[in-house]
């Protein structure tokens, strides 16, 4: 139970998270691996996943909330309704601020054109550091890897990946394979 309510309040791992958006009908796939500072608090996850959830969470939460603001009038509403999102939204960024600033973050997408592969950005670097921060993670739930070990292995991780200002220099570094 504590395990699930970690993974509500906090996100699936510990050390950030990965975003794949599916294949879109242009056949493009993006993936974003974001890897949290090793050492941050529990309430400093809580804060970076409120801010990574936001846009659903938000979004849910002001459409029930139309509900019981229905008697005010519907453009009273959706004002309200609104403004509570944006809020909650500008609120969520300026407290998170300064922690995703120390986030490293990687993304890379793909494209068939013509039959061929197009890559935009690492892909190895994210492929490579995302299966160890998920076999890390899967070591971590199963107990086989003591919490130093976890977070020294994370933190060896998040060295490899390029900070915000290295990320900006490197993108778009494009490769075109055929596969």
Known sequence: MNEVLRRITEGRALWGT???SPLSRGIWQRARLTVYPPGISRGERRLLHAFHAWPIVGAVGCLFALIPLSDAGPVLALATALAVYLAGFLVLAALSHDLRVRCHVITAASEYVGGSLREFGDVQLLLTAGRRLVDLETQRRAGHIDPVAYEAEWA?????????A??????????DRVR
């Open 18 to 20: 990965i975003d794949v």
């Open 156 to 164: 060896a991780v998040y060295d490899t990946l390029p900070a915000s």
């Open 166 to 175: 290295e990320r900006a220099a490197v993108w778009p570094k494009t490769t």
